[in-house]
């Protein structure tokens, strides 16, 4: 028997719930450990890679992002030595074949994918931030690692505190085997959520908790509202002004340090706004540190950059930056270049720095605990629009609060704003509920790698495997239950419904048609409503615009102040919302079309797709022959003679008087039992629908990406061929288009800064909805290269959009003239001297464009194309990219850029650090 014993390096009593996830383990099962930040989990994954040693087997530990990757390669190499740890991310390939290797998880499911002998040995896969699978664009790939990974290695997954940690493991359970949930709700370090409010009769800011003996602080609200309600006008003020306010940057900073409560982490989700408020500070003269502290931060900075020239460190702001790390104030986030970001972990880890001003990235998996955590604002804007922080949001961005073994409690500062109420943060702070969800959703490339190594029946069993699945036939359960109930009650309501003196069903509808006619006499208006609430989202109609009909596609319909509004675009991209008023004749429907997911009806590059689909979509042609009748608005009718659509108030009047069963002593009994039996029928449907669409809808997104490849010569029956072999080692957003571009040469015969500069088309997603700006290319023949790719995507997309899949995105060729520039050795001052773009922008996309150039090298079909390929990856990892890319300090890597600035995109953290793609 294998003995298993306890890592001999712990040096602390464990704790209840990592004693029992250990002993999960050591019973040969899985488990699954949810837990606060900073409770101990990774104690759970460190005695399964030390038990894995004493067996003399492997251990991988995979993280969602590189700079967690290299913090754990360098906690393990510390612990077991460099020779018995191995690295593998986009930037780094050391040791592969180590008994431990730390990796992102995209590497892992490649290697599962390639069938890679790496595999070999392997008992433990540490799944870290495991509850990053409900994440929209990366969280599928977590779900690929648990669905196929050999059956023989077991899983420890770590989470945070989730309220359906027993779904997750018993999903595991199902698709591996024994699984354990283990969840710990109580936090290691007791939190406190404090309310900071400022008061303009007072001079110190309000610091009060949010929760009072389990119930939201009366106090706080009663500040709250009274301050709603009451404004003071000072000499000069031209209006009244709230008496309370939003306690400013540098008022919080004192505040803090005057309660000893740094270091602290201050949240902003801008990276603009984490700069500023580091110059706000230093402009007030703030600063946390003494001498000896200087000296120590200017040591551990100058140590982070000595790879980089003077020309580098001052196109990149080093003096200004410096001057507020040597404050003890620094800004986080994704804008700045890894080894600035890296020297602040190191400082505030060290003590040395403050206060930090971060964006959300700082909160997942950093190691950097604090005393106090600050929320500027409790919303945040996607791209699209402000959203409320989830529960889940707020308590991943307040775990860091609270060190263990330092602070006897932590503490959690929002600060006030006029736009949320108090009511709304007590919400926030008392919020238990977390649900985790699952972002599963079949690729091509998943699509080729499941027909590459399973066959029919087993690919689409796998695809029932995912937890999104699992999910949905846990619903459906729920579902059928609720359809038995309400056909029961149906058909109670059907009995009530009989008479032997006529069909009461009849009368009610004349009833019905009386009281609309009545309703309707003045006018048209209701007629017309009624005919614009028939029409759905992806309608193609003709609107009035100034003093013509234009084509125009319906974004959506909804009842507003007693009416329907149309909100429709043109195919001049004009946005207008119509009512009934707006319209003489009815519109006909004259076509459909399928709008874009995810929907996006305020975002221009969203309009614009949408625009581009109606310019192309077929139609039929409008009849306009004159006011629509009005048949068929009201209902289907009556059975015999009857049509009340067409009789006049007094007809219907008496028709309902005159119908036998209004003689009926029991008539009032009829009608509820009519209306009760019709909307138990439309329950009943409605439900019946919700059942059918999940039990089929992983499947039929399969079967018409299977189509797609099919039509375009990836798959010969249930045979790939080479094209497919080809589309199979392409990980990536735009995995299709890309196969389809090197299929068709558009990456043959291209130097090494040309092929750089095309592929940059695939990985580059301007950040923000700015003015659209005519593309720039370094060559003729680039912009050339360029017309034929557009011209294959929007083939492409027709292709998607006729079958039904989501069409593959729009490619921006904005960073190819900087690529170029850096492949042919310009150096950063040049390259970046005219560019709005950050360092750490231009950093993150050069190394997704080098993960891109590599997998085009393994997978080209022209081996000089591959060769061009791999020549200009190993010309982009240079100066501050690869700088950027050293492992050999303490802190290390790249991060998730997340959606931060008002200008970004929502998704763009699905594409920060996502770039480790390709197998090394």
């Known amino acids: 028997m294998d003995e298993r014993p306890v890592p001999p390096f712990y040096d602390f009593v464990l704790d209840d719930f990592q004693r029992r996830a250990i002993d999960v383990l050591d019973r040969g099962h899985s488990v699954l450990v949810a837990a606060p930040t900073g409770s101990g989990k990774t104690v759970v994954a460190e005695h399964a890679v030390a038990d894995a040693l004493a067996c003399g087997e492997k251990a991988f530990y995979t993280t969602p992002i590189k700079a967690l990757s290299n913090q754990k390669y360098h906690d393990f190499v510390a612990r077991y030595g ?142 709250d509202e009274e301050g709603a309600r009451r404004q003071t006008r000072h000499k000069g003020d031209r209006r009244p002004r709230r008496r309370l306010f939003t306690p400013r940057r540098v008022e919080v900073a004192e505040a803090l340090a005057e309660a000893s409560m740094l270091p602290a982490l201050y949240f902003i989700f801008s990276r603009a706004a984490c700069d500023e408020a580091v110059r706000q500070c230093l402009d007030a003269h703030l600063s946390l540190t003494d001498a000896d502290e200087r000296q120590r931060i200017r040591a551990i900075c100058e140590q982070h950059v000595r790879t980089l020239s003077d020309d580098d460190l001052d196109v990149l702001g080093w003096s200004r930056w410096m001057m507020g790390m040597e404050a003890g104030i620094g800004a986080h986030h994704a804008g700045m270049v890894p080894p600035f970001k890296e020297a602040v972990e190191a400082c505030f880890a060290a003590g040395l720095v403050k206060l930090v001003f971060a964006t959300e990235t700082l909160a997942l998996g950093i190691n950097m605990p604090a005393r106090s955590v600050v929320i500027e604002k409790l919303t945040k804007f996607t791209g ?22 330092i602070d006897e409690h932590g503490n959690a500062l929002v600060l006030w704003s006029p736009y949320i109420a108090f009511e709304q943060v007590a919400a926030l702070v008392m919020a238990r509920s977390f649900a985790l969800t699952s972002a599963f959703r079949p690729t091509y490339n998943m699509a080729v790698n499941l027909v590459r190594r399973y066959p029919p029946d087993e690919a689409h069993h796998l695809l029932n495997l995912s937890f999104a699945q699992y999910l949905s036939d846990r619903e459906v359960v729920g579902l059928e239950v609720q359809l038995e109930r309400v056909a029961r009650r149906r058909a109670e309501a059907e009995l009530d419904v009989h008479c032997e003196l006529g069909d009461p069903q009849e009368l009610v509808m004349l009833e019905r048609r009386l009281h609309d006619v009545r309703r309707e006499a003045p006018s048209q208006f209701h007629a017309m409503d009624e005919a614009l609430s028939r029409l759905r989202p992806g309608d193609v109609i003709d609107v009035p615009d100034r003093r013509e009909f234009v084509r125009a596609v319906v974004l959506s319909a909804a009842r507003r102040q007693g009416a329907i509004r149309l909100r429709v675009l043109t195919v001049a991209r004009r946005r207008l919302l119509l009512g009934p008023a707006d319209f003489d004749v009815a519109p006909e429907r004259l076509g459909h079309l399928e709008l874009p997911v995810p ?54 009047e008496a ?21 009760d039996a019709n909307r138990l029928a439309g329950e009943y449907d409605q439900i019946k629908r919700r059942v059918l669409g999940h039990a089929s809808t992983l499947a039929r997104s399969f079967d018409r990406i299977l189509q797609v490849l099919a039509e375009l010569g990836y798959l010969s029956g249930w045979q790939l061929t080479e094209r497919g072999n080809v589309l199979a080692r392409l990980f990536h957003e735009t995995d299709l288009l890309l196969a389809e571009c090197l299929h068709a040469g558009l990456f043959d015969d291209l130097d090494p800064a040309s092929i750089a500069a095309l592929a940059s088309l695939f990985t580059y997603e301007a950040r923000g909805s700015g003015e659209d700006v005519a593309p720039w290319f370094p060559t003729v023949e680039l912009r050339r290269r360029w017309a034929e790719v557009e011209g294959l995507r929007l083939r492409l997309v027709d292709i998607e959009e006729r079958v039904g899949v989501p069409p593959v995105r729009a490619l921006d060729p904005g960073f190819a003239g900087l690529a170029y520039a850096w492949v042919g050795g310009r150096d950063l001052v040049e390259v970046l001297e005219h560019e709005e773009l950050s360092g750490g922008d231009f950093v993150r996309n050069v190394k997704q464009l080098i993960d891109l150039l590599r997998q085009i090298g393994d997978a080209a079909p022209s081996g000089a194309t591959a060769g061009a390929a791999r020549t200009a990856s190993t010309a982009l990892f240079r100066g501050i990219v690869a700088a950027s890319s050293a492992v050999d300090d303490e802190d290390g890597g790249d991060e998730d850029g997340g959606d931060e600035d008002g200008a970004d995109r929502a998704d763009v953290s699905a594409h920060d650090d996502a770039d480790d793609h390709s197998q090394r």
């Open 384 to 405: 699209e629009r402000h959203e409320f922080l989830t529960p889940s949001q707020y308590t991943q961005l307040t775990g860091r609060a609270g060190r263990r073994g």
């Open 599 to 652: 929907y996006a009806p305020h975002s221009p590059s969203y309009q614009r797709s949408v625009a581009v689909l109606l310019s192309r979509v077929r139609v039929r042609a409008p009849e306009r022959k004159g006011p629509e009748k009005k048949q068929g608005l009201a209902g289907s009718g009556t059975s015999g003679s009857r049509d009340p659509v067409s009789m006049g108030v007094a007809k219907i």
């Open 82 to 223: 460099v020779e018995r740890v191995g690295l593998l991310t986009g930037d780094n390939t050391i040791n592969g074949e180590a008994p431990i290797v730390v990796m992102t998880t995209e590497v892992l499911r490649n290697m599962i994918y390639a069938a890679s002998s790496t595999l070999g040995g392997l008992r433990y896969v540490v799944l870290d931030e495991v509850h990053y699978l409900q994440d929209a664009y990366r969280g599928p790939v977590w779900e690929e690692v648990i669905i196929h990974l050999p059956r023989s290695v077991r899983l420890v997954c770590l989470s945070a505190t989730v309220s359906n940690a027993g779904d997750l493991a018993e999903w595991i359970s199902t698709v591996r085997g024994p699984t354990t949930a283990v969840v710990e709700l109580e936090r290691p370090v007791e939190l406190e959520n404090l309310y900071l409010v400022g008061e303009r009769s007072s001079d110190r800011l309000h610091m009060l908790p949010v929760v009072v003996g389990d119930r939201p602080n009366a106090e706080a609200r009663k500040l």
């Open 655 to 675: 028709a309902v008087t005159g119908h036998p069963v209004a003689g009926c002593p029991d008539v009032d009994r009829h009608r509820r039992a009519v209306r």
